[in-house]
C-alpha cells in the first residue's frame, strides 16, 4: 500500500489548492466524498452492502454461524472483523496473509462498532455458556480509491443493518433482524502539512503525513480514535477533528440509516 | 435490576471519595521506574516497571535493513515489534504476532518515526523489540517509554524522547492510567504518546464512550502524565551515563608525573640558555641508533 508514488508536481498541486481552501475533485476540506450504499447486494449472506465513497469501492458480506462464546463473556454473541486487500482493487496488493495495513483498518473497523455498542450482542445469546450467535463481518476492497477506513466502516454499519439472524435454518425459531441499537460513523483526516483534508482520496492519503480516525455515536460522543502515519497533531488539531466528525458524522448517518 | 448491578461496579472501581482500588486519585500514575541499559548485546536497551507492567525494550541499528527490498534509499526505516511473552497474562497467549500485536507494533513504529533522524541512515533500518513480560495493562504505553530510552541508549539521533500514557474513564469518571481491573470494566481507554519539547501527539488511540469534554480532559491528564514520564526516562539516562569524579579516578588514573628526560629536553632551550647542556641527552637518544 505504500508503494505508490505522487509526482511532486501533483504534490504541489493538491497543496497550493488546499492552501485556498480547494481540492483536485472541486471538494472543500471537510467534505467527504459522494457516499453510495447498496444494501443487501449478496443473496448468499446474512446480511450485505456495497459501499462506495468516491470512486473506492468495497463490498460487506455478514456471515452468521453459532458457536461458543468467549469465557469472560459467557452470554454475549461473538463480533469479528476482517479486510481482505484484493488484488484486482490495486496494482500495489497482493494476495497472501493480511498485511499490517489491513489488519489496522480491520481493527479500527471493529472498534468503531463494537465500542458504539452498534449490536446489541448480549441479544445473540442463544445459552449461556454453551452456544452464542458469531457474527463475520468480512470487508472486501473492490476498488481502492483511498480511505478504506471510512468506506469499510460505512459499508460494515450498512450490512449490519441489513442483516437477518439466519435463526430458522439453525432450529432456533423464527429469523429476525439483527438487533441494531446504536449507529457509528467513522470521519478519518489527513494532515499535509500544516492543513487537514477529510476523506481523503488516494493521492492526498499517499502524500499524507499523518492519519486521524474519529468515530461518534448519534449523541456526538466519541465512540473510537485511531491516529496512523509518521507524522502528529496538536492537541488542538485534534479537538477540531472530533468536532468535524461529529458534524460530518450527522449528515452520514442518515446515508447509512437509509432513510 | 442491571442498573443496580452497573452501579455496585462502578463504586468498586472509584469510591465516592475519588479512591480508586488500588488508593491511587483519578490524577495518579502507578509507581514507574525505568533503567537504561540492561541488556549486553543490544545496541541499546532499557527496562521498565509500570505498576503491575514489566516490559523490556532492546534497539539494534541503524543496521542494513533485510529483507533488501524494503530498504529505502533515501532514509531509514523504523521497525517495531512488539510482544507479549505466552505467560506475561493470566491465561497463556499464544506465542507470535496477533493481530493486536500487528496493530499496536505499526503504531509504535510509526510514532518514532517522526523523532528518529531517519534521512541519517539511508537503506537501513532502526528495529525495536518490546517484549511485554508482566502485563497489567498499559503496556504499549510502557513499551514505548521504554524503548525510547532504548532509542536514546543505542546512540540513535533523534529530535527529543516520546513518552506515553493512557487515560480513561471508570464509573463515569475520567482517570489516567488505568490498571487491569480498571480497564476490564472501565468505560473507555485512550492511549498517547508525545514528543517531550513540541507536544506533538504522535500516538493516540481510543476505545469505549467518552464525551468531547471527558476526551479533552483525558488528554490532558496524559499530556500531564508525560511530563513525570519524560523526568523518569532523562533520570534513567542519567543514571546510565553520569559518572561520579570518584568512578573517572579509579578507571583511568591521573598521569604519573611524566619522565624528567623529555621535559629536560623540551624546555631546555628556553630555561637554559647554555646550548652545551642539550648535548648530553641528545647523545644518549641518538648515539646508540648512530652505531
Known amino acids: ?259 | 435490576m442491571e442498573d443496580i448491578e452497573h452501579i455496585e461496579k462502578e463504586m468498586k472501581l472509584i469510591d465516592e471519595n475519588g479512591v480508586r482500588l488500588d488508593g491511587r486519585k483519578f490524577d495518579q500514575l502507578r509507581p514507574i521506574r525505568i533503567e537504561a541499559g540492561v541488556l549486553k548485546r543490544a545496541d541499546g536497551s532499557a527496562y521498565i516497571e509500570w505498576g503491575g507492567n514489566k516490559v523490556l525494550a532492546a534497539v539494534y541499528g541503524p543496521r542494513e535493513a533485510h529483507p533488501r527490498h524494503i530498504q529505502d534509499p533515501a532514509r531509514a526505516l523504523v521497525q517495531c515489534r512488539y510482544n507479549m511473552a505466552p505467560f506475561s497474562v493470566s491465561d497463556r497467549k499464544r506465542p507470535g504476532p496477533d493481530r493486536r500485536s500487528v496493530e499496536i507494533s505499526k503504531v509504535i513504529s510509526e510514532a518514532f518515526s517522526s523523532v528518529v533522524f531517519k534521512e541519517q541512515f539511508p537503506r537501513t533500518s532502526v528495529d525495536i523489540f518490546i517484549e511485554v513480560l508482566q502485563a497489567d495493562a498499559g503496556t504499549r504505553c510502557a513499551g514505548l517509554t521504554a524503548a525510547s530510552v532504548a532509542l536514546a541508549d543505542a546512540g540513535v539521533p533523534m529530535r527529543d524522547l516520546v513518552a506515553a500514557c493512557a487515560s480513561g474513564k471508570i464509573g463515569g469518571v475520567v482517570c489516567l492510567d488505568l490498571n487491569k481491573e480498571e480497564d476490564n470494566f472501565g468505560d473507555a481507554d485512550c492511549p498517547m504518546a508525545v514528543v517531550h519539547g513540541t507536544g506533538e501527539i504522535v500516538l493516540l488511540q481510543m476505545d469505549g464512550h467518552l464525551t468531547f469534554d471527558e476526551f479533552q480532559k483525558a488528554m490532558e491528564l496524559s499530556l500531564g502524565a508525560a511530563d513525570r514520564l519524560f523526568e523518569l526516562q532523562r533520570d534513567a539516562l542519567r543514571r546510565r551515563y553520569s559518572v561520579t569524579l570518584e568512578e573517572i579516578l579509579r578507571e583511568s588514573p591521573p598521569p604519573v608525573a611524566p619522565p624528567p628526560e623529555p621535559e629536560d629536553r623540551d624546555f631546555a632551550p628556553v630555561e637554559e640558555p647554555g646550548p652545551q647542556d642539550e648535548a648530553p641527552p641528545r647523545d644518549e637518544d641518538f648515539g646508540p641508533e648512530g652505531i
Open chain 1, 1 to 259: 500500500m505504500s508503494e505508490e508514488i505522487v509526482s511532486d508536481l501533483m504534490r504541489a498541486h493538491i497543496y497550493r489548492l488546499a492552501q485556498r481552501g480547494e481540492r483536485v475533485d472541486g471538494r472543500g476540506l471537510d467534505e467527504p466524498r459522494k457516499l453510495t450504499v447498496e444494501r443487501r447486494y449478496v443473496g448468499t449472506a446474512e446480511g450485505s452492502a456495497r459501499a462506495k465513497l468516491g470512486n473506492t469501492d468495497v463490498l460487506v458480506g455478514i456471515k452468521m454461524s453459532t458457536g461458543e462464546p468467549y469465557p469472560d463473556t459467557p452470554d454475549t454473541g461473538v463480533l469479528s472483523t476482517s479486510l481482505e486487500l484484493v488484488p484486482m482493487a490495486s496494482p500495489t496488493f497482493e494476495a497472501g496473509p493480511p498485511r499490517p495495513e489491513a489488519i489496522e483498518i480491520a481493527r479500527v473497523v471493529d472498534r468503531g462498532i463494537r465500542e458504539s455498542k452498534m449490536v446489541n450482542v448480549e441479544k445473540l445469546c442463544i445459552k449461556p455458556k454453551e452456544k452464542v450467535w458469531i457474527l463475520f463481518i468480512d470487508i472486501h476492497v473492490l476498488d481502492y480509491d483511498g480511505n478504506l477506513f471510512d468506506v469499510g466502516s460505512y459499508g460494515a454499519t450498512a450490512a449490519l443493518a441489513s442483516t437477518i439472524v439466519p435463526a430458522k435454518a439453525q432450529g432456533l425459531g423464527e429469523d429476525f433482524p439483527l438487533p441494531v441499537e446504536h449507529w457509528p460513523v467513522s470521519v478519518t483526516f489527513a494532515k499535509i502539512k500544516d492543513l487537514i483534508l477529510l476523506d481523503p482520496d488516494l493521492d492526498e492519503e499517499r502524500m499524507a503525513e499523518a492519519r486521524l480516525t474519529v468515530t461518534t455515536d448519534e449523541n456526538g460522543d466519541i465512540r473510537a480514535m485511531q491516529k496512523g502515519l509518521s507524522g502528529s497533531f496538536s492537541f488542538d488539531e485534534v479537538k477540531r477533528c472530533i468536532e468535524t466528525s461529529q458534524k460530518v458524522g450527522r449528515q452520514i448517518r442518515p446515508i447509512l440509516q437509509g432513510s
